[in-house]
């Protein structure tokens, strides 16, 4: 009895610290949502990962973890030995992919991007906008602008809905941090509508040094009641039937996004602003000027007066 009792703890021991059986290097599997341990093996098994069943199940019993296995992506790239795949697969040790969003992309970009990452979960497809908005559980009525541009890691496998209130919650939060430590006397009501001039600001920025005096410039108009006049949000309004050529007609039909025919800010945000053009809205350059004009190169000549912009438009502009 003793001797077999020596020979099984061998075998115990053994068994735990000797690397497994794998048909193939590297081995990728899911282990889908609500798995158990027996679900578990049966996926390894069928990727060529040899766990000797009833010896895992024994070593698992024995730690207390029957019941930790965690859902998600795995990756083995050498042959683990059982406690070590055992600790993974409890650990939820998941293989990540990543998903950019580019600062000035539209919702509509996002949601094509989302839905074109063949890592994610697909939840939002059949939604339409305003029923993504409720499964984010998000007050506002229009989802431009509300999701923060960054670089998203996730569990491959893992929901789109996770990703997207991730970007919500994070916009939320600079979106607080830079209304709170805002500029005196920056002419919004609400962070909302800071939200849409930082949005205005991403589109019309070509030069990153120039944004905070883009800002200055949209700042002092909103401040006497000039009109905006910036393309980019006709652009907006526009939709799908824009074609890439913004004629005169476009900026003389009125609409909730003419900025040309409206004064004051268009109803909703127009993009998805970056950090940087968060903080240029609430921290706009001091300047006097009302008026730019891109000289072509990429940056922009910043003018106080009509006559003053009228010329660097037939200089930059007209070529003349």
Do not use: C
């Not at 998903?99 to 094509?112: K, V």
């Not at 999701?147 to 789109?160: E, I, M, Q």
């Not at 909302?192 to 200055?216: F, N």
């Amino acid at each position: 009895m003793l001797l077999l009792l020596l020979a099984a703890a061998g075998y115990g021991a053994w068994y735990v610290y000797s690397p497994l059986e794998v048909r193939t290097l590297p081995v990728e599997v899911e282990i889908p949502r609500g798995a158990g341990l027996r679900t578990a093996l049966a996926v390894l098994e069928k990727a060529g990962v040899t766990p000797h069943r009833r010896e895992f199940e024994l070593l698992a019993r024995g730690l207390g973890k029957t019941r930790d296995i965690k859902a998600g992506n795995y990756q083995l790239t050498e042959r683990p030995t059982p406690l070590a795949l055992l600790e993974k697969l409890t650990r939820g040790d998941v293989t990540q992919a990543e998903l950019r969003l580019i600062e000035g992309y539209t919702f509509g970009q996002f949601r094509a991007l989302l839905n074109s990452s063949p890592d994610l979960r697909h939840d939002t497809a059949a939604m339409d906008d305003a029923q993504v908005l409720a499964a984010l559980k998000a007050p506002e009525p229009h989802p431009e602008g509300l999701f923060f541009p960054d670089t998203y890691l996730f569990a491959r496998g893992s929901s789109d809905v996770a990703v997207l209130r991730r970007a919500y919650l994070a916009m939320q939060r600079h979106l607080k941090a830079e209304w709170d430590a805002r500029e005196e006397g920056v002419p919004y009501r609400t962070p909302y509508e800071a939200l849409i001039m930082a949005s205005i600001i991403e589109k019309e920025t070509g030069l990153a040094a120039e944004r905070d005096l883009i800002a200055g410039a949209l700042v002092n108009r909103l401040r006497i009641g000039m009109r905006l006049q910036v393309d980019p949000t006709i652009i907006y309004g526009l939709g799908e039937s824009f074609d890439g050529n913004l004629k005169k007609r476009h900026l003389l039909e009125d609409g909730p996004y003419n900025t040309y025919t409206r004064a004051g800010l268009p109803p909703s945000p127009i993009a998805m602003p970056g950090f940087a053009s968060l903080r240029a809205a609430l921290h706009p350059a001091k300047t006097d000027a009302l008026y730019y004009v891109s000289r072509g190169d990429g940056s922009s000549h910043f003018s106080r007066n009509i006559g003053e912009h009228n010329r660097a438009v037939t200089k930059y502009q007209l070529k003349r």
